[in-house]
């Protein structure tokens, strides 16, 4: 196998076991979420990476490859950080375990974008245009995920910010009455 397959066929070993870990993450990561359209967010993503399980498997199938996964310790701690945060939620304010959650995720969408992204280019280098195709699939929906978790994000924010401004305007209300 020349160099440049060996390494697409590595990297693709690696996404193969990201997202199996994926697979067992993401249902916690909905179960943990207060937001409903964040919980939908979490379960539709889990439907996609059903698929892109799927593509790799026939990436590997047009390579003439076996699908092994190869342990991707990344992912590994990416997942043991958002068990980590999914504990922490607990002791925090919905918006504030919310958006600990879609910090987490973002992370994992990244690593996933970054691996993708390479592994499409290196299938177009190597003359192998439906592999390079089934990667860009995926590729995109991760693109697409990880820019839903922002704009859910962005309401969530400006909500703790409000939360907090009157509080805090509460407090001085209060302070100047007892004044
Ligand atoms: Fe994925």
């Not at 698929?51 to 790799?56: N, P």
């Not at 980590?84 to 919310?98: L, Q």
């Not at 991760?142 to 978790?149: I, N, Q, T, V």
């Amino acid at each position: 196998m020349n160099q440049l397959k060996e390494l697409l066929v590595d990297e693709l070993c690696d996404l193969l076991h990201a997202e199996g870990q994926l697979l067992t993450a993401l249902p916690k990561m909905a179960e943990a979420a207060h937001h409903p359209k964040l919980r939908e967010a979490f379960l539709n993503h889990l439907q996609q990476t059903e698929g892109q399980v799927e593509r790799l498997k026939s990436a590997f199938e047009l390579l003439g490859e076996k699908p092994q996964p190869k342990p991707c310790k990344a992912m590994a701690g990416l997942v043991a950080e958002g068990a980590d945060t999914i504990k922490d939620g607990a002791d925090k304010s919905n918006i504030a375990a919310d958006l600990g959650l879609i910090a987490a995720a973002q992370r994992a969408e990244h690593y996933e974008i970054s691996a993708y992204g390479t592994a499409r280019s290196l299938a177009r280098q190597i003359g192998e245009p439906k592999v390079a195709t089934l990667l860009a699939q995926t590729l995109g929906e991760e693109e697409s995920a990880d820019f839903l978790l922002t704009e859910l994000s962005k309401p969530l924010m400006q909500q703790a910010t409000s939360e907090e401004n009157s509080s805090e305007s509460k407090i001085t209300k209060a302070r100047k009455q007892t004044a």
